[in-house]
């Protein structure tokens, strides 16, 4: 039932997975002074903004995101549970995605994956319920554990030749 998160001045490290499970969360904001953190609109982001660390579960206000073309790495967990989200875009220039970072978004159907995405982690899309069609970079060779897990509504992966090992 955590609703709201204010992270003072003297945080210098928040850990992967640190949201988890947050699910009624609407905003989180970092206070002006923090080094290594900042908020815009209630999203976490690192201090100079190549990382979104969390966007909140029930951002109500939020249907469709675009992350900022500044964001080079989106975190594990990062969208965990933003089931009202339908639509997220994806920029050049991200080149990983982490675990579960999508988990549980079961109204997104809409969802490009650029081709600067090296990385995609374990279960990154799992419960993707709405899902119908995703297509795999070419510069991504793995497709990690559990990576469509549960993406119920899913009728076509295009994989790219360069695929090498695809887990469970």
């Known amino acids: 039932s955590l609703v709201s998160i204010e992270i003072p001045e003297g945080v210098t490290e928040i850990e992967n997975y640190a949201f988890e499970g947050c699910n009624s969360l609407k905003s989180i904001n970092v206070d002006a002074n923090n080094k290594n953190y900042m ?32 964001i080079s790495i989106i975190g594990e967990t990062a969208f965990e549970g933003c089931s009202s989200l339908t639509t997220i875009e994806i920029p050049e220039g991200v080149t990983y995605i982490g675990s579960y970072a999508f988990e549980g978004c079961s109204s997104l159907t809409d969802i490009e994956i650029p081709e600067s995405v090296i990385y995609i982690g374990d279960g990154a899309f799992e419960g993707c319920s709405s899902l119908i069609d995703i297509k795999i970079p070419e510069s991504v060779t793995y497709i990690r554990y559990e990576t469509f897990s549960g993406c119920s509504s899913l009728t076509n992966i295009e994989i790219p030749e360069g695929v090498t090992t695809i887990e469970k």
Request: proline share 6%.
């Open 39 to 70: 908020s815009e609109n209630g999203i976490l982001f690192n201090k100079d903004k190549t990382k979104l660390v969390r966007f909140p579960a029930q951002k109500e206000d939020i249907k469709e995101y675009q992350i900022p073309i500044c």
